[in-house]
């Protein structure tokens, strides 16, 4: 079986976001730049699952600005096997929307042919959870999303997903779309002879046209802007005054 | 203008809170007709608020588990009646949406904190370090709504209950078992005091010293990420960009630093109070009130003198 891992070039969740001051976006210029940790997440379960001699194969594909090419090297050097990369985008500050890498995604799905995909719950980015949900879509194809925990079983997975009231467990039917959570695994570092070796690794270059899809978006972004700030309150020097303060201003 | 809002139905029924939170805001879009995938009760207890003009009902055992599947081919197959589909962003709707938009060939439009107009919407992006206002080209509107900064619907309404059309289960994916814990504290997302705990707490047994003061206060508890991956809490307590957004009138952070993928869930608390022994520690620049110290000698203290 052939595992597909969708990885996402997204800023780096420990850079501080700065929004442009002209409210056209988040600057991205000169900013840290990772793997969607949730997508870490995602290539680490796959490579799992190949270790266990559950899949054969483990293919990355990013959608995006070229420069996610280090996005899927770093794939490759965990342990995926090839990559593809769709340049959708010449600027960085052009996010290409979930149903349009849906699409992509689909197209690249009918061609290889895997067994199962795997994404990410959640771009930290744009923060939509929608892409491997329109995938599973369009393919047709059952999806478990916010998993925590998989077992694949000859022509189904067993998944547990995180969900408001506590834990689901579904199993689908293979192929199919799953979307993983934080607790799933703790992905692995790279070593760098394995750094070495992924610049050897196959990835091949495509454009959304190869797949006939067009990444126009269908949301106009009218405005940008940063969120209300708070103010740091008062330190209280003992629980007494804590309390004292909290009666007072009538918050208990 | 006509909006179709999928309520929100868990084992329990009907979540009234969020539902009617999502009918204040849909209605500021059209009529809107609610459906509920569940039990009569639950449709009867939707008909309730007021605003709705009209619910529809899906019992059929399909739909029992809430599997995305077979709700969003009933969802689709409603939506050509409707401008709007909308639901609160609950991990269900999460689900099941961006699947319904996928099939009608639209955008979704997650987490919706205001409605400009029909067409143009408001949303947090990177951890709610920026807002981002975007105006939709669809033919139909795909979204889910972040109930935190929405007041509920009062009850009052009777609208009348229709039976939605049937569904034919895909067969895609079979419910194998709920594992939900019941408290008889209150639901996180709704309730107006939260206490949560952090990484600090330390231990499993810890949490007892945070649900100690939480039920002192009337209060739902609630935990960092850091604390749910290390198994003092349970995943459905975890608050932040990837966990439950709250906003109650008082939230309480025990031992939590203040990452800001936590400061996404709660920030828009009305009043924040936390206890960390680190001064330095990011929490106090949001905190309201802060105390420096050891939290295992401030909390039961605290909770005696309240
Ligand atoms: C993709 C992604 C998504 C994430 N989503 C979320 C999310 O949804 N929610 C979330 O919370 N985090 C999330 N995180 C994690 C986040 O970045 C932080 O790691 C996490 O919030 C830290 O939790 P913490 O504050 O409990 O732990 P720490 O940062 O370790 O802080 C513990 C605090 O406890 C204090 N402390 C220790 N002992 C005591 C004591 N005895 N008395 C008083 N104070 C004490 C310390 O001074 C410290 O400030 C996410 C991270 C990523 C990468
Ligand atoms: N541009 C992209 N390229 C590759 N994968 C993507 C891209 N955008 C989203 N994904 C995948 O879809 C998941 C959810 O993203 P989102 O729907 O944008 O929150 C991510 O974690 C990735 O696995």
Redo the contacts between chains.
Sequence with gaps: MKVLVPVKRV?D?NV??R?RSDGTG?DLANVKMSMNPFDEIAVEEAIRLKEAGLASEVVAVSVGVRQAQETLRTALAMGADRAILVVASEDVHQDI???AV?KILAAIAKEEQPGLILCG??A???????????????LG??????A?EIKVEGETA?V??????????????LP?VITV???LNEPRYASLPNIMKAKKKPLEEKTPADYGVDVA???????????PS?K?????K???E??D??KG?G?? | MAVLLIADV??DGLGFDATAKAVTAARALGDVTVLVMGPRAAAEEAATIEGVAKVLLAEDAALG?R???PA?DLVVALAPGFTHVVAPA???A??????????L???????VTAIRDAE?FE????????????????RIKVLTIRTAGFDAAPRGGSAPIEAAPGVSD????????????KSGRPEL?SARVVVSGGRGIGSKEGFQIVEKLADR?GAAVGAS?AA??AGYA???WQVG??G?VVAP??YVALGISGA??HLAGM?DSK???AINKD?EAPI??????????DLFE?VP??TE??
């Design positions: 800023i969740y501080k976001v929004v988040v929307e979930p149903l849906a719950k959640q930290i980015d744009n923060d939509m959870n929608a892409t491997g949900q329109m995938l599973a879509a369009l194809w059952g999806q478990a999303t916010f925590s067993t547990v997903r995180e969900v408001d009231g506590g834990l689901q467990a579904v199993s689908v039917r199919a959570d934080l607790r978006p269908r949301l106009r972004v009218i405005e940008t802007r940063e969120p708070r740091a309150g008062v330190i209280a003992s629980v007494d804590l309390v303060m909290l201003a918050v208990v | 868990t084992n588990h599997l995305a599947e969003a609950t991990a269900d999460k689900n099941i949406l961006p699947r319904v938009a996928a099939l060939d639209v955008m979704v439009i997650s987490d143009t949303r947090p992006i990177y951890a709610g370090n920026a807002l981002q206002t975007v105006q939709s080209s669809d895909p067969g895609l994916s079979q419910w194998v078992e709920d594992r939900v814990a997302t206060l990420r749910v991956d349970p995943n459905d960009q990837t439950k009138d008082l800001i993928q920030k009043t924040i109070v001064p106090f620049q949001v905190a309201d009130y802060g105390l420096v110290a401030a203290a605290l003198k309240l």
